[in-house]
């Protein structure tokens, strides 16, 4: 706000008092001019300050208050401006003021318009620094503050009433002035346009935090676009750098293009093109140094917009999409300094522009080195900017070119154009992106007994053929334009035989075969430069079901190669031929093919159905073109040669079931080339020519079955009998267990359960006593278990426990049988020397030695020693002694000598 005031005294001051209230810590209260003196009443960091600049002179501080005011407060402040002696002072704070005067106090007049420089000898700013007022080239240059942003009232210029007052309608005089004081926070109203962020500055103060690629002080300016490549022509753009980045650099901007290669960027010096950013394959490829490269992960060439980073710091570089890292890499460092050139789009020499892929073809947006922009067209925002020394050929805005300009849709398609793209509306019989592929299965070109199959660039009629013994073969060449290379060969076939020629080709010695041989696939192969080949199917397939194989060259890029053979698609079972062979290109031109046989003249040796045989994906067809609705489009074709003989299409068995060789009502079911009779239930045989199995009941419960005349008969296994089989023989009613033992019960057996004097299989060996004079200790008890079997009920003896197994028993050790019944006989295998006499134990032995030996089996010789004389004979009255007392209490003995009963 501007006010003028009548210069009476040039000395005399100008006494003001007004009330300010503020959050700001910076702001221009009051400007005052007499002559050539300036007076500024201004707040920094919140304290109130009063400066003073005459002439040509600088800027000097007069006073500043101590008390800090930018506190949202209302303040009151007198100021005396001019004279000997310039001075502001507090007179309150809100809360200690009082707002008591007349209300006939004299207001002074605005004036109307600005002053015009040089004409101005005293006057008033309130709330700015006064521009244009012609003092010096100082004050213009000096760094003021901001402009207050805040309230004032009670504005006095000596007794007059400056504001608040109503400035005329068409007055210039004062701006962005609003009665009252209100201090709403102004990102509230969301001033900030295009997804920017507001950040508030208070009292209705705000900044946006613009996001690429936009920029002003509500974010309302888009940086212009360039657009390079417009009608495929070359274009690029030249920058040069106008400082030192420093060694650290973020190179960003915004592309958007379908083109899968280009330049995008080259930074450069005297002596080398330090950093290089292309296309390839549609992602960004970052070179540094020329040496260190960096390729990204995702593609860009989608035609959107995408915000490619590259941060170099020092020794390492990042590769950022939209804030997304791709990659990075370890870098020597970099020095970008002034005067280095940046190329964008593209190289003024087109073949170094061609070897990064050539020029680019798209839009380049919001590019930056650092903060500094480098701007294509200049916007209106004052930014920093790198300079431009070239723009060839590169357009504004993002304009697409008119991609169906050459109309690219064939077939009828319609085109639409998209940026730098086109899609077309294909005939409903047509598609692919150029409407190229005509979808012929839709124009019916079939016969009704073949199916339709897409093939590229045309359609096959798929069906099956009938081949039988003297029937004729079916004969095939090349049509002269094969080009591709033939290292395959499938087919699918059906056939009871075991001897049978599937295919055959040949051109002078080179041919191939598949046939079946002893039930089995075989290929033969036989190619110039190579050795004949053979591969075998690892199983028989003549069992009359459909079968397919596969023949391929395990490496096709470098022949000759071995060839593999997969059947069914069991890649599990495949076969491998022993030696490498060529491929079967010598079947593009020239060589001869026949199906079901080894020649024309040889006919059919086949019986059965052949389905698609295909030989390098190229089909064998069976139909002829005159017999389709269409002629087949194909460049690449083999051709059937015998037009005189038609096939037999389908697949058809043998008649096998008329007249009916089934018997007695059966039923004949035809297996292709093989009959099955379905036979009533009291009729069997291949034919039913015999009665049913009588057998088929199982009417044996413990036995195997025998079909008779009439009837069937048991044979019983061991342990049963009867009729079916089902009565259980007691196998302990007729044995051999010897007297005084026991018979124990059994499947299917029986076990001898011996007296303490008898041993043996059937109890029927005496055990030899044990003379008198040898100790022995007496045989534990061991108890018996009682177990519950599944059938019956039995024991374990002689400690052994009941088995999980039924009828079988958990021995202890010493003791073997189904049920423990048995001690072993450590001393049946003698292991006594020298006269020993051996003594059993449960699971042990002793062997008592004569008196000449010791050791474990008597084996030591102690003949020759007194002192093991005289300790046997020790041993021996202590054995005769203990004999004694042990036996004092028994009756009488008959006789004292060793004998044995017979």
């Not at 590019?367 to 920093?384: A, H, M």
């Not at 046939?515 to 397939?541: A, F």
């Amino acid at each position: 706000m501007y006010i003028e005031t009548q210069l009476l005294d040039p000395e005399a001051p100008l006494n003001v008092t007004f009330s300010f209230r503020t959050a700001r810590p910076v702001g221009t209260l009051w400007q005052h001019r007499v002559d050539n003196l300036l007076l500024r009443i201004e707040l920094l960091d919140g304290h109130l300050s009063l400066r003073s600049l005459r002439g040509q002179g600088s800027s000097m501080l007069v006073q500043e208050l101590p008390e800090h005011l930018s506190d949202s407060k209302w303040h009151t402040v007198e100021a005396s401006l001019g004279g000997d002696v310039s001075l502001i002072k507090l007179l309150c704070t809100e809360g200690s003021c009082t707002r008591d005067f007349s209300t006939d106090i004299p207001l002074l007049e605005q004036a109307s318009t600005l002053p015009d420089p040089g004409t101005v000898r005293q006057g008033l700013f309130i709330g700015v620094v006064g521009r244009n007022w012609g003092l010096s080239k100082v004050e213009d240059e000096a760094e003021n503050p901001p402009a207050f942003l805040g309230c004032f009232r009670d504005v006095f210029v000596g007794s007059h009433l400056v504001l608040p007052v109503v400035a005329p309608g068409d007055s210039d005089a004062q701006a962005n002035l609003t009665v009252g004081c209100s201090d709403t926070d102004k990102c509230d109203e969301s001033p900030c346009q295009n997804r920017g962020r507001c950040v508030s500055q208070g009292w209705r103060s705000y900044t946006c935090d613009c996001q690429r690629p936009y920029e002003g002080h509500n974010c309302a300016e888009e940086y212009i676009t360039a657009r390079f490549g417009s009608k495929d022509l070359e274009s690029y753009a030249l920058f040069s750098l106008d400082d030192t980045p420093g060694d650290s650099l973020t190179i960003s901007m915004f592309i958007r293009t379908r083109q899968t290669s280009g330049l995008l960027f080259i930074l450069s010096n005297t002596t080398s093109q330090y950093v290089r950013l292309w296309l390839e394959g549609g992602r960004v490829i970052v070179q540094v140094n020329n040496f260190e490269t960096l390729t990204g992960r995702g593609l860009v060439s989608d035609g959107h917009f995408h915000l490619v980073t590259i941060k170099l710091e020092k020794m390492e570089a990042v590769l950022l999409y939209s804030a997304q890292i791709q990659g990075s890499m370890s870098i020597r460092p970099i020095h970008a300094h002034a005067g280095d050139l940046v190329f964008i789009g593209g190289l003024p020499d087109s073949r170094a522009s061609g070897s990064f892929g050539g020029y680019f073809k798209g839009c380049v947006q919001d590019l930056r080195i650092n903060s500094k922009r480098l701007q294509f067209y200049p916007i209106s925002t004052p930014v920093e900017f790198y300079s431009l020394k070239q723009l060839i050929n590169v357009g504004q805005g993002c304009s697409s070119d008119n991609a169906c300009a050459n109309n690219p849709c064939l077939n009828g398609g319609v085109c639409y154009s998209m940026w730098d793209d086109f899609i077309c509306n294909c005939p409903p019989n047509t598609a692919g992106r150029r409407c190229e592929e005509v979808k012929w299965c839709e124009l019916s070109p079939c016969p009704a007994t073949a199916i339709c199959q897409p093939r590229s660039q045309g359609f096959e009629c798929v069906s099956n053929v009938t081949f039988r013994e003297g029937s004729s073969v079916l004969h095939y060449r090349s049509n002269g334009r094969i080009k591709q290379g033939l290292s395959s060969v499938s087919l699918r076939f059906r056939t009871r035989q075991n001897t049978a020629t599937l295919l055959h080709a040949q051109k002078n010695l080179e041919y191939l075969t598949i046939s079946v041989l002893d039930s089995n696939v075989v290929m033969e192969l036989q190619t110039r430069r190579s050795t004949k080949i053979t591969v075998h199917s690892q199983g028989p397939i003549n069992d009359g079901e459909w079968h397919s194989v596969e023949l391929s060259m395990e490496n096709q890029v470098f022949p000759p190669s071995r060839w593999i053979m997969v059947v069914d698609r069991d890649v599990e079972e495949l076969s491998v031929s022993k030696t490498a062979a060529g491929n079967l290109d010598f079947l593009r031109e020239g060589a001869d093919i026949f199906l079901g046989g080894l020649s024309l003249d040889a006919g059919a040796s086949m019986s059965g159905c052949l389905g698609m045989v295909e030989i390098g994906w190229l089909p064998l067809p069976f139909f002829l073109d005159t017999e389709l609705n269409l002629p087949r489009p194909q460049v690449e074709q083999f051709v059937r040669v015998n037009t005189d003989t038609a096939p037999h299409y389908g697949c058809w068995g043998s008649i096998v079931c008329t007249p009916n060789p089934c018997t007695n009502e059966g039923v004949c079911e035809d297996l292709f080339d093989l009959h099955h009779c379905k036979c009533p239930s009291e009729w069997t045989g291949l034919l039913c020519q015999y009665p049913s199995d009588t057998c088929n009941s199982s009417p044996c419960i413990y036995g195997n079955c025998t079909n008779l005349e009439g009837g069937f008969k048991c044979v019983c296994e061991p342990g049963y009998s009867g009729e079916l089989c089902d009565v259980e023989v007691d196998m302990c009613e007729n044995t051999n267990c010897g007297e005084g033992s026991t018979c124990i019960k059994g499947l299917q057996s029986y076990a001898c359960l011996c007296p303490h004097n008898m041993t043996g299989l059937y109890c029927d060996e005496k055990i030899r006593e044990i003379p008198w004079y040898i100790e022995t200790s007496p045989l534990p008890q061991l108890p018996t278990s009682a177990c519950t079997g599944t059938r019956w009920n039995y024991n374990c003896y002689n400690g052994g426990n009941c088995s999980d197994i039924d009828d079988t028993c958990y021995c202890l050790p010493g003791f073997v049988g189904v049920w423990c019944e048995r001690d072993v006989d450590e001393c049946a295998s003698d292991p006594c020397m020298n006269g020993g006499f051996c003594v059993n134990y449960v699971n042990s032995f002793e062997c008592v030695c004569e008196m000449n030996f010791s050791g474990i089996y008597c084996q030591i010789d102690a003949s020759d020693f007194y002192l093991y004389l005289f300790l046997g004979l020790w041993q021996n009255l202590f054995q005769l002694v203990s004999y004694f007392v042990l036996r004092i209490d028994d009756e009488p003995e008959i006789e004292w000598a060793f004998h044995e009963n017979e």
